[in-house]
């Protein structure tokens, strides 16, 4: 399995249990800019990608080279998850209304176990949302847009995307604006 192809990358996550009970390796996969070497990430205080299309051949690609082996070997089990993030500019100012077409009356994730922030029970909870919107729902409405668009590009045999419960960051920086893919396999 390729770790890296022209639109995406593979960055393996030191920790071998993300989701309890899930032991494995995991892998930050870093979407790319058809063309460009921009990575996936949101503009300050949105959850949508207006121009998301520039993406598709990440995912096409990641579809191609990775999860279709994973799929057809029989010696491995894999899951996706989808975990968004924000950084803490607006932490107590911001709060703005849902953006249109993009209406999400409640998200279901895993939630994070014991509260601890990078690792989550295989449990599933959903949170019904309500406007307006506060930077602290960023991560997971974030989570939530890749997981539609996702789930629109990848057909349904394969693994539909788990939701991870997101964060809001200390730091204020761009990069943290994100919803990041994360791969996970183990042998069966």
Do not use: H, W
């Not at 800019?33 to 990575?39: F, K």
């Not at 599933?124 to 847009?145: D, G, S, V």
Request: aromatic share 16%.
């Amino acid at each position: 399995m390729p770790l890296c192809g022209e639109n995406y990358t593979l960055n393996e996550i030191k920790n071998d249990e993300i989701v309890r009970g899930l032991k494995g390796q995991y892998f930050y996969v870093n979407m790319y800019e058809a063309d460009y070497y921009n990575l996936l990430t949101f503009k300050g205080g949105k959850y949508v990608l207006k121009d998301f299309e520039k993406y598709n051949n990440a995912f096409n690609e990641l579809k191609e080279k990775v999860l279709t082996k994973l799929k057809d070997d029989n010696n491995y089990k894999y899951k996706v998850f989808i975990k968004g993030s924000a950084d803490a500019a607006g932490n107590e100012t911001f709060k703005t209304k849902f953006a249109p077409k993009y209406r999400y009356d409640s998200i279901c994730y895993y939630k994070k176990f014991e509260g601890k922030k990078n690792f989550f029970a295989q449990e599933l909870e959903c949170k019904e949302l309500q406007e307006p919107i506060t930077n602290e729902m960023l991560p997971n409405l974030r989570a939530q847009f890749l997981f539609e668009k996702y789930t629109a590009l990848i057909p349904a045999e394969f693994e539909t995307p788990i939701i991870l419960d997101g964060s809001v960051e200390l730091e204020i920086s761009s990069k943290e604006r994100n919803a990041a893919i994360i791969l996970y396999f183990s042998k069966k």
